[in-house]
Each structure stands twice: as structure tokens, then as C-alpha cells.
T-cell receptor
């Protein structure tokens, strides 16, 4: 069964601290993505990757870095967390017309 | 850049009623997808529908490329249909790139 697993599922971080969100897929998909969703809004693309060891900037990359060490794993890194980065973060993988999302990580920056 | 407008923002349905959700795109439409999101939950693909009409059970999606719009029709609504429906546009024409531009969603509440 296709799966995208995110960890942690929720996190409270301190302003200025470093946060790493992890994503693992077992779909054998080449493409992986990180989106953020703010309360009551749609999703916005932060970073994406077409192949291991390569990442691309999405629509709102400022303040975020990404890392894709293998086809299965894709991380989102907040080097200096800020209050404005409080949101729900979704990882996704896709191939052709298939796209699968993880269950999301609720990040609260205080 | 591309903007995606969804309407209505929310609606409440009596169980058994029908509903139509709209999605309009500001620029030319390449391919699009409808997603269902449970309250506080993940997104599930409902339809990949770049053009024409597709049906799955009680859900029907119609995309009209030249009019830059897509609709999702829910017939005989059930309580389990409650949640948020999001449409998203993909810049690719032959399948998804995954670089989706989302609308803000329509929150559907079905009551008995």
C-alpha cells in the first residue's frame, strides 16, 4: 500500500531554534515535495525534489532548507525557526498522475 | 503567477442534498486535481481530471479547459462527505509534476 510517513506528527519549537521535519515514502516515486498549510487556507509549495541529492525551491522557500539523501527520504529544515513558520507541514510523493500525501506535522513555534 | 479561486468558501448540506463546488484558474489550465481533506487530516486524491467529465460513485468532476474552470458535484450527500475539498492546478500537461497550486478549499458540512 502506498505510504508517505512524516515525523514528528507534532512539535513545539522555540523561536530561533533548529527544526527538522522528516518524510519517508515507500511508493518508489521519484518526486517528493514539502507543502505548508496555514489555518483555513490551501497548501503552498516550499521545496521539492526530482531525484536523490538534489532539491529545488518552490513558491515560498525563504527560511527553509531541504535535503533528499535517498529516493525514500526527504527532510525539511528550519535553521532559525520563527513565529511565522507556525503551520501544518505536509510531505507528498508523486509519479505520473499519482500523488500521495503524508498525514502532516503540526509545528508550533513559540 | 497562477491563482486558483474556489467557491463557495463553505456550505452546509442536509443529508441527501446535492452540491456543486467550483474552481476557477487565473491562467491557462494544464492539468488539475481534486483533493478531499478530513478535519485535521491528510489529503486524499479524489480526481485527476485535466479535461472532460469523470465520475466516481456519487462524485462527478467536470473540467472545461477553455473556460479555465473545474467543478465537483456531490450527489445525495452523506455525513461522511463532510470535510474540505481542495482543487489544485499542475503546470504539466501529461500527468502531474506535483508542483501543485492549491485553492483555499470549500468546507463542506453535512448534517442529518
Amino acid at each position: 500500500e502506498a505510504a508517505v510517513t512524516q515525523s514528528p506528527r507534532s512539535k513545539v519549537a522555540v523561536t530561533g531554534g533548529k527544526v527538522t521535519l522528516s518524510c519517508h515514502q515507500t511508493n518508489n516515486h521519484d518526486y517528493m515535495y514539502w507543502y505548508r498549510q496555514d489555518t483555513g487556507h490551501g497548501l503552498r509549495l516550499i521545496h521539492y525534489s526530482y531525484v536523490a541529492d538534489s532539491t529545488e525551491k518552490g513558491d515560498i522557500p525563504d527560511g527553509y532548507k531541504a535535503s533528499r539523501p535517498s529516493q525514500e527520504n526527504f527532510s525539511l529544515i528550519l535553521e532559525l525557526a520563527s513565529l511565522s513558520q507556525t503551520a501544518v507541514y505536509f510531505c507528498a510523493s508523486s509519479q505520473y498522475t499519482e500523488v500521495f500525501f503524508g498525514k502532516g506535522t503540526r509545528l508550533t513555534v513559540v | 503567477g497562477q491563482q486558483v479561486q474556489q467557491s463557495p468558501t463553505s456550505l452546509v448540506l442536509q443529508e441527501g442534498e446535492n452540491a456543486e463546488l467550483q474552481c476557477n484558474f487565473s491562467t491557462s489550465l494544464n492539468s488539475m486535481q481534486w483533493f478531499y481533506q478530513r478535519p485535521g487530516g491528510s489529503l486524499i486524491s479524489v480526481f485527476y481530471n485535466p479535461s472532460g467529465t469523470k465520475q466516481s460513485g456519487r462524485l462527478t468532476s467536470t473540467t472545461v479547459i477553455k473556460e479555465r474552470r473545474s467543478s465537483l458535484h456531490i450527489s445525495s450527500s452523506q455525513i461522511t462527505d463532510s470535510g474540505t475539498y481542495l482543487c489544485a492546478m499542475d503546470p504539466n500537461t501529461g500527468g502531474l509534476s506535483g508542483k501543485l497550486t492549491f485553492g483555499e478549499g470549500t468546507q463542506v458540512t453535512v448534517i442529518s
